[in-house]
């Protein structure tokens, strides 16, 4: 279903974007195991992708399950913005978000992420840029053209288009929508969300803590309840992000709040369950580690393992012996180093 219908029709519960985690591979696994009901990239600089930064765009490949789709772009740079937003709609994504909401210190230290936050007329500009660059690429089919980008990108982005396997004649406009945080040092949900709100966006994903509290203490959803109050009569949908543990709390909390979208990201970590009702067996999850390991080779084949490393020790949040298991798998570096850790675990576990 198109994006701007799901998203007006239904509450959806989707897959939160989580950089160096949500790659290809573990959509793609999250796709296959459990589906969301929309699913989004990790955050790439739009400065990055609109420069010539090749490499970003292996971060954007997606196939056509993981469809609704969001891109995500971070930065600072009204112009590239504008330039992303048109880039991200040739690869066919189905809604662009911004990112205002990262608080980690490589970002937010030169203005892009959370720090956009305290700069609302810089935030104001970016999002007016992904706006004229979603329309126009909508009316105007040179607009990718237009932006003369370097000649490699042009090859850069066919090749990404040939792997999400995107139909030329099926132009779809996509969403616009930001994701933020309740303010820097405090909540200032009362200033922030109606400055946001005043501009031509989809949705809004509010996370309910502050730039400071960076991923520490609880999400404050009563605070994500009032920014849904203060929405009321706008037209804009508000998503809420922080916490949920599984579907059945994030049902709970679409009623209990009144939003119209909840985002799950750290929980999906080595549980892509968690957007379904199934408990995994020990097993399953062992095959879905090893799954995961070989996905991950097959589309990057010349790649290390170390960046897997992270999702592997989530996948052993929760089973027997998880503490010798997580020392094994920090010093995985192939396939076969698995299938052996999988034999001696699940020979010494009543596997099921
Ligand atoms: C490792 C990691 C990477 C993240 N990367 C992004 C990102 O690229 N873009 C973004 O908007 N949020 C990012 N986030 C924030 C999450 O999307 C989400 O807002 C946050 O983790 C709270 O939700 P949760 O409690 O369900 O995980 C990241 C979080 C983590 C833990």
């Known amino acids: 279903m198109d994006l701007r219908q799901l998203i007006n029709q239904q509450p959806v519960i989707g897959l939160s ?50 469809r609704p789709i969001i891109g995500q772009l971070f930065g600072k740079d009204p112009q590239s913005f504008y330039a992303g937003a048109i880039i991200l ?74 792997y999400s396997q995107l139909k030329i004649s099926s132009k779809i406009k996509p969403t616009l929508s930001v994701k933020t945080r309740l303010g820097i040092n405090e909540s200032i949900i009362d200033q922030w969300i109606p400055h946001l709100l005043k501009h031509p966006i989809d949705f809004l994903t509010i996370h309910g803590r502050t730039l400071k509290q960076g991923y520490a203490g609880q999400a404050d959803w009563q ?69 995961h390991a070989q996905i991950y080779q097959a589309t990057f084949p010349l790649r290390r393992f170390d960046s897997l490393r992270k999702n592997f020790l989530s996948y052993a949040v929760g ?3 998880a503490k010798q298991l997580r020392q094994k798998l920090v010093h995985i570096n192939n396939i076969s180093d698995i299938i052996d850790i999988e034999t001696d675990f699940l020979s010494s576990t009543d596997s099921q």
Not at 20 to 27: A, H, L, S, Y
Request: glycine share 10%; aromatic share 8%; charged share 25%.
């Open 89 to 162: 709609a040739e690869l066919g994504f189905d809604g662009i978000d911004i990112n205002m909401g990262c608080p980690a210190k490589t970002v937010t230290a030169n203005g892009s992420g959370a720090a956009l936050i305290e700069n609302p007329q810089l935030a104001s500009e970016i999002i007016k840029s992904v706006a004229n660059g979603i329309n126009d690429w909508h009316t105007d089919k040179n607009a990718l053209k237009k932006l003369k980008l370097k000649s490699k990108l042009d090859q850069v982005i066919l090749r990404n288009q040939k």
């Open 319 to 321: 089973l027997p012996n």
């Open 223 to 291: 605070q994500i309840g009032r920014v849904v109050r203060l929405a009321k009569g706008s037209g804009i949908k508000i998503w809420g992000n922080g916490d949920v543990q599984n579907r059945t709390q994030a049902q709970d909390y679409l009623k209990e709040f009144g939003v119209d979208g909840i985002l799950i990201g750290r929980s999906a970590m080595g549980n892509p369950w968690v957007f379904s009702d199934h408990l995994p067996t020990v097993s399953e999850k062992y095959r879905c580690l090893l799954y």
């Open 17 to 66: 974007p989580m950089d160096g985690i949500t790659d290809e591979p573990f959509r793609l696994i999250q796709t296959e195991i459990a589906q969301p009901d929309v699913i989004f990239t990790e955050f790439v600089s739009a400065e990055g992708i609109s420069r010539g930064g090749f490499k970003l765009y292996d971060q954007l490949l997606y196939k056509p399950q993981e």
